[in-house]
């Protein structure tokens, strides 16, 4: 027998019975009583970049009422009549999704929850903006919409839109905008919400949303905001590195009230994450969070099928935080994906892995990359690592043949098709080392230049054209497999008697021709950090950067790494080149001078390009062809040498 408290309860013991009838299972009897901890529990389609298609948004709601999730907070940010045309009506054909969209949602028992983000433009003094608010919600609810939200996050609140809010409210600053948002809130929570049957309490999004500060801004919030308004936090950043429960009390007493936290995994949508799919489970939210928050919303990648990992195991947390274990999870959300059949788990769970890296908005991630492969890695038994490698190379046809998802192979094609290029890499890297302990040169020879074409096929790959707001070379295990295979060149080196290679550049002193600040110095292009960077001024035709490495070396590799929350554009049409002696004062000068090696010219970047030579100098320069005044933007250059 099935029951529930409500119809939601009838339809979630449905779905529990669902999880535990896999194929080839044979129950004799069971008994389960369960219930969600968490009130809130679901996703925000909240992200920058391609918005989801509407196929994928039906498909997405059929998965959320599978996997138990009660809402879909609908919120993206590239959708036009969300955010910069707030005021205007939807187009017929868009209102017809919108409502089909509603209708999915209420059989699933989903909460579609519709968000209008005004703050860019509002006058909050308006009368007639206020109007224009309040008639798209009412479309909305005439649609069947029931849950709002008024998102009023990315904004600055160190400007008024209007004259009128001047008047009114003061000097632009943290304690004006609440008290204006606070009149704007508490206005479509009173005035609308409460006055038409079937709405839940409103939702917004603060301004200060990721901190545990208080502020004039909180403390108008707190004082002043109707009780019932759920307000959304992000956790100490806009991508936390965890969430405790100290830190959800701390957010609660901020805000007057337990907070909905609003969190930005597996988002993709910033520069720390170009080619990446976040495929690592839900971690570092620690239990007991369920009886301090209002719950969760996760804000997926732009790859919605993609994104069904890390929801799974985000929904398995918010069901049952106390009892949450991300590894079973995990793996249930693979054999979901493979719709039952257990065959294709282990391939799975060896892609995920590689694609476990969740990075914050600076260096350090905040879940490792490819845990398991390193642990294999680092424990030294190359007969078990090549078993596992091996495993690897086989994991995306395996993938391929027993994943039912067919939108989740659509994302993941070009990050499948580089698993299998690193894989086989690392099986040629197993091979040098092998030749070397048989002392066989040839061999090791002839699988070093296979390791090295494959590896520079895998960097050739990249993420697809459009999808996300930030694209680059699709990331598969890096710091792992890259590190591994940079080592299998250290040992064949010392195989034969050369000093290994390392970057020479790290940390050697590095000019260009301008500035356009002091935060951005030629020398952030040396210091190892792929997200800070060097800019030019701008001002000059053909603005140059360069290294100095201290002294005359033998350069084998350079790697130009462009600045990745930018346009390719910025480092396009540019020359490599390499001197014994300090350059020429212009470009063309250079290409002709003795001394001076034009290694590569490039003129549509990739980031990263890498270039084979060799070369001998000890000047490298970066030099910009065109002659229009341009930015000069670099985030790392790699010189490799003895």
Known sequence: MLGGTDAAGQYYAVQTLRQLILPGARIAGLSVSDHPAMPVRGAIEGFYGSPWTHAERLDQLAFYGRIKSNTYVYAPKDDPYHRDRWREAYPAAKLSELRELVDVATANHVRFTFALSPGTTICYSSSTD????????????????RDFSIPLDDISYG?????????????PGPAAAARAQVDLLNDVQRGFVATHPGTRALQMVPTEYGDLTDTAYKQTIRATLDGSVLVMWTGTDVVPTSITVDQATRASALFGRDVLVWDNYPVNDYAQAAGRLLLGPYAHR?????????GIVANPMNQAAASKVALFTIADFAWNDRAYDSATSLRQAATLLTGGDRSGVPALLSFFDLNHLAPTFGSDPWQPQAPVLAAKIADGDLTSLRSYVREIVAAPAVIRAT?????????AANWLDATALWASAMDSGLDVLAAIRADDAPAAAAARTRMNDLEQRARQIRSV???????????????????????????????????????????????QISDYSADYPAGNAVDG????????SGAEPQPWWQVDLGTVSDVETIAVHNRVDCCAERVADYHVLVSEQPFPATLAEALTAPGVTSVHEVEQAARPTVITLPAR??????????????ELNIAEIQVFGR
């Open 465 to 511: 054209p459009g999808e996300n707001r930030i694209e680059g070379p699709v990331q598969i295990g890096d710091g792992v497999i890259d590190v591994f295979l940079t080592r299998v060149r250290t040992d064949h080196d010392r195989y034969l008697g050369l000093e290994p290679l390392e970057n020479i550049a790290l940390g050697r002193t590095a000019t």
């Open 159 to 171: 400007r008024w839109n209007c004259a009128g809010d001047q008047t009114l409210y003061g000097t």
């Open 130 to 145: 206020r109007q224009a608010l309040t008639t798209k919600l009412q479309a909305m609810y005439d649609a069947g919409v």
């Open 617 to 630: 100098g000890r000047y490298v320069r970066i030099w910009l062809a065109t002659t229009a005044s341009q």
């Open 286 to 294: 620690e239990p007991g969070l369920s009886e301090h928050l209002a």
């Open 529 to 536: 950090d792929l997200f800070d960077f060097s800019t030019t």
């Open 403 to 411: 994943v039912t998802d067919t939108g989740f192979l659509d994302d």
